[in-house]
């Protein structure tokens, strides 16, 4: 979902039509961004192929959907689906190391993801918890569930976010550019704010 989330943001400040401008005070800029946009960005993302950066499971993973997004004091939450496709798990019973063979799964369960942003680095981190995972196997396929439980819950993810491209603007003589630094990003109800820092500059 950290992945995921990372596309969409990029996505969406590209198009800059999806979000709405507004100044804060001299300074900052901020974007704002509905929850109702940022869902159906992510809706229109899926399915997404998951890297879980584990020697546990081999096979292919996609989160094939993210229902009921919401987005509350720094949180964004919602109902996930994913399938796993010819998945093998390695798991050690009594000292043993075993390979699991688990096929075809699909689990779903509630995500909630907190987040802060760091100006220094330029770096989102997404801290997500898994609750209430529901599988269609019953044993293998909650092997590969606790797995994932343990792969995601209590761990912050870093997302490094990409530079954003200037604006220019061709006053006739000469050519401005606006650089956007982000001071911040801030999560509360149903909507997502960028605050931006601007850098007016002139180009050859």
Do not use: C, Y
Not at 36 to 57: C, H, I, M, N, Q
Not at 139 to 144: C, W
């Amino acid at each position: 979902m950290a992945r995921i989330f990372l596309i969409v943001f990029s996505t969406i400040v590209l198009l800059g039509t999806t979000v709405q401008a507004k100044n804060n005070n001299a300074e900052t800029l901020t974007l704002t961004i509905p929850e109702s946009v940022l869902a159906e960005a992510v809706r229109k993302s899926l399915p997404f192929l998951l890297d879980t950066g584990s020697d546990s499971v081999e096979g292919s993973i996609w989160i094939q959907s993210i229902e009921n997004l919401q987005l509350d004091d720094q949180q964004i939450s919602g109902f996930v689906t994913i399938i796993g496709d010819d998945i093998l798990i390695s798991t050690s019973i009594a000292g043993q190391q075993l390979r699991l063979k688990v096929g075809t799964v699909k689990l779903t369960f509630n995500l909630a993801a907190d987040s802060r942003f760091e100006d220094a680095s330029q770096t989102l981190f997404i801290r997500p918890t898994v609750t209430d995972l529901k599988t269609e196997e019953a044993q293998a396929g909650d092997e590969l569930g606790v797995l994932l439980i343990g792969l995601f819950n209590g761990r912050e993810f870093p997302l490094a976010i990409d530079e954003l491209q200037p604006i220019i603007a061709d006053t006739g003589e000469k050519k401005l550019a606006i650089d956007m630094r982000i001071k911040n990003i801030t999560i509360a109800r149903k909507m997502l704010s960028l605050h931006l820092l601007p850098e007016i500059r002139t180009v050859k």
